[in-house]
């Protein structure tokens, strides 16, 4: 009887842990899915002549609103534990510390081409994802933050040799869409490592 209680509980756990790891990989699509599709939308717009690139930002903006919403409603399905909560609230703050140095300081500083400004975000995005991951992702959360964020910076080395070419429009909107593409591979790649390595907690 106590094997089984044993057993039961040890089961207890690797279902919480497994049910974690699902809702975490389905925000990885959401997010993939919501802000690849809004910038892909904005950048059409733009070069359709029907949207300014200032208001683009906007849709950026909307496009996060949306996201943390529905990602509000993921959380239910997570356990609460304030030292995860905790880690969390300072892994998003270290999230985001990268575009305030990447679009606050350094134009500041050093100014920036319409290059810069359109492609900056992802590279901004991979380190934000490694210190965010490096910090907040512990048991039972697979480390997957760090990984996508290695994946984010070495693929954004491919922006350097295209810095070089001749700077237009169509250069600088074709990169921001390379750079969607990239992040939602990568976040697509992200998603599918955690279902199957959240399947391996319950049947290991």
Not at 114 to 139: D, H, I, Q
């Amino acid at each position: 009887m106590a094997e089984d209680m044993a057993k039961l509980g040890d089961l207890a756990l690797k279902l919480e842990k497994y049910r974690y790891n699902i809702a975490s990989a389905l925000a990885w699509v959401i997010f993939g899915m919501v802000f690849g599709s809004i910038n892909i939308l904005g950048n059409s717009l733009i070069m359709f002549g029907i949207l300014d690139y200032r208001v683009f930002w906007v849709l950026v903006a909307i496009a996060g609103t949306i996201s943390g919403y529905v990602y509000s409603k993921i959380l239910k399905y997570m356990p609460r534990e304030r030292e995860i909560e905790k880690r969390w609230r300072v892994g998003i703050s270290l999230l985001f510390a990268p575009f305030i140095v990447s679009y606050a300081l350094i134009p500041l500083a050093f100014g920036a081409s319409a290059f810069y400004f359109n492609t900056v975000w992802y590279p901004s995005l991979g380190f934000g994802l490694l210190f965010c991951g490096l910090y907040a992702e512990r048991k039972p959360l697979i480390r997957a933050m760090t990984y996508a964020g290695i994946l984010v910076i070495v693929s954004s080395v491919i922006l350097y040799p295209i810095s070089t070419l001749p700077m237009n429009f169509k250069t600088v909107i074709a990169s921001g869409l390379l750079c969607i593409s990239m992040m939602m591979l990568i976040y697509f790649i992200t998603a599918m490592y955690i279902f199957f390595k959240a399947e391996k907690i319950v049947y290991a």
